[in-house]
């Protein structure tokens, strides 16, 4: 089982950057396959980004593609999501997921806030 915790979050000004971490703790961090989510107001939870377990992979929802970027540093057990050219729609609470063997485990989730 891994545990993770979100930080990076805040307010930001549209056309602005942020860059979110998801430390992971427990066994076998590097084989899970990652991914970050958001919520936003008054929504489902949606998919941002994905990455394989090496990280040798990755996928991107079509509203964020061009702006964010997922990367990994198994070494620190920590998943990233960088975010440029913010817009007032990616606000939300953003939630790391760790996938494995069909299972997966979320984060308690970081407001990120984009203001106009």
């Known amino acids: 089982q891994v545990q993770l915790v979100e930080s990076g979050g805040g307010l930001v000004q549209a056309g602005g950057s942020l860059r979110l971490a998801c430390a992971g703790s427990?066994?076998?961090?590097?084989?899970?396959?990652m991914a970050w989510f958001r919520q936003p107001p008054g929504k489902e939870r949606e998919f941002v980004a994905q990455i394989v377990f090496s990280g040798g992979s990755t996928d991107y929802a079509d509203a964020v593609k061009g702006r964010f970027t997922i990367s990994r540093d198994n070494g620190k057990n920590t998943v990233y999501l960088q975010m440029n050219a913010l817009k007032r729609e990616d606000t939300g609470v953003y939630y790391c997921?760790?996938?494995?063997?069909?299972?997966?485990?979320w984060g308690q989730g970081t407001q990120v806030t984009v203001s106009s």
């Open positions: 997921r760790g996938n494995r063997l069909g299972t997966d485990y």
């Open positions: 427990g066994r076998a961090f590097t084989h899970y396959n």
